[in-house]
């Protein structure tokens, strides 16, 4: 079955950087779209960065020139580089997988598959 596991969250200074790796399994990773998606307490969970199974890439206006998605075919590991963090970026991380070829997008609905979640916690 599909499975996603994330890591690398931690407790990191406003300006520091993270990476996150999520592990797939179970399904064909060069075939299918991916991302991560976040959620603060309290709020909605809202997508952070994708990239479509042709390499393209997605990001949400809040962390553009900050983070950047990246995978590893050969590993299938999916990556996400946050740099300058700040404290709006303190969340809980998911990476998720469409599990089909597709483009790039945001939106939540269009993820069928999902990790536990890795938090991240920034502070002054």
């Known amino acids: 079955q599909v499975k996603l596991v994330e890591s690398g969250g931690d407790s990191v200074q406003a300006g520091g950087s993270l990476r996150l790796s999520c592990a797939a399994s179970?399904?064909?990773?060069?075939?299918?779209?991916m991302a991560w998606f976040r959620q603060a307490l309290g709020k909605e969970r809202e997508g952070v960065a994708a990239?479509?199974?042709?390499?393209?890439?997605e990001y949400a206006d809040s962390v553009k020139g900050r983070f950047t998605i990246s995978k590893d075919n050969a590993m299938n590991i999916l990556y996400l580089q946050m740099n300058s963090l700040i404290l709006e970026d303190t969340a809980m991380y998911y990476c998720?997988?469409?599990?089909?070829?597709?483009?790039?997008?945001?939106?939540?609905?269009?993820?069928?598959?999902w990790g536990q979640g890795t938090q991240v916690t920034v502070s002054s």
């Open positions: 998720a997988t469409s599990g089909v070829v597709g483009w790039a997008t945001l939106a939540t609905i269009y993820y069928r598959y």
């Open positions: 179970g399904y064909t990773f060069t075939a299918s779209s």
């Open positions: 990239i479509a199974t042709d390499g393209n890439t």
